[in-house]
């Protein structure tokens, strides 16, 4: 379980319970997704620094840059207590490691599980955060490429249809309204055929005026949610091989922070006993 060290073969003194596989491979491991986390913050802070003021904070619920950001201090946090935890041999640290782990992965879970058996209330839920999207269309670049991404690897418009776009004050169909989008869609709901080499970006002009049958003649008529949700029901394999990805480096984790945690205590028993007994010539 352990190996010796620093001192003669057979001295009880000198065993170590602490494994250096387990040790050094927890570090590597921690150290890895660390150096992830500072390259995923460092993205998010060049993306908002890029970013003019006024959109800095109007959106920051529905901002990539922002969720990168907080995904990558909160990985940094925790690989951190990992790294440190490991080579120091802390048990706070390795306990704070396993412990955020374990609560990350039972989130997960629980989320998984609520999003199967609530699949109604997930569904509005999702709808809410795409009309958000929808509503700060033009005022993030990040949300912008996404949302137009999305539109066009799905083959849809809007959230539950193309009318959502009238959610946004530059597509708004008000009579009032004085953007030259009014009633319009954005071009990435248009149907672009592979004929053409340059794609019209004025192509969803007027078109939330027109019918639905009309309309689908010249954008994906269809709102992005059915799509989306018809594309998870034919991709599930796929989704659960992505969530199991995601959750063999966090069980890993747990198991290898456990064991060292384990191998320590048994460590400082060891020494505890030998400090007793040193000092104690009677026993």
Known sequence: ??????GAPGSDEDYSFVSPVVKYLLFIFNFLFWIISLVMVSIGLYARMMKHAEAALACLSVDPAVMLM?????MFIITFCGCVGSLRENICL???????????????LVAGILG??????????????????????????????????????????????????SRNMYFNCSKDNPSRERCSVPFSCCIITKDKMVINTM???????????????????NG?????????????FLLGGIAMGLAIPQLVGILLSQVLINQIKEQIELQNYNLKHSSDPWS
């Open 1 to 6: 379980m352990g190996g010796r060290r620093r």
């Open 224 to 236: 992005c949610i059915d799509k989306l949700v018809n594309w998870i029901h034919s991709n599930l």
């Open 94 to 108: 390795l306990q704070i490691f396993c412990i955020s782990l374990t609560v990350i992965f039972l989130l997960q």
């Open 116 to 165: 199967f058996v609530f699949a109604d209330k997930a569904r509005s839920k999702v709808t809410e955060v795409i009309n958000n999207a929808i509503v700060h269309y033009r005022e993030d670049l990040d949300l912008q490429n996404l949302i137009d991404f999305g539109q066009k690897e799905f083959g849809c418009c809007g959230g539950v249809t193309y009318i959502d776009w």
């Open 70 to 74: 907080v995904v990558g201090v909160l």
């Open 203 to 221: 192509c969803g002009q007027g078109k939330q005026e027109l019918e639905y049958i009309e309309a689908g003649k010249y954008i994906h008529a």
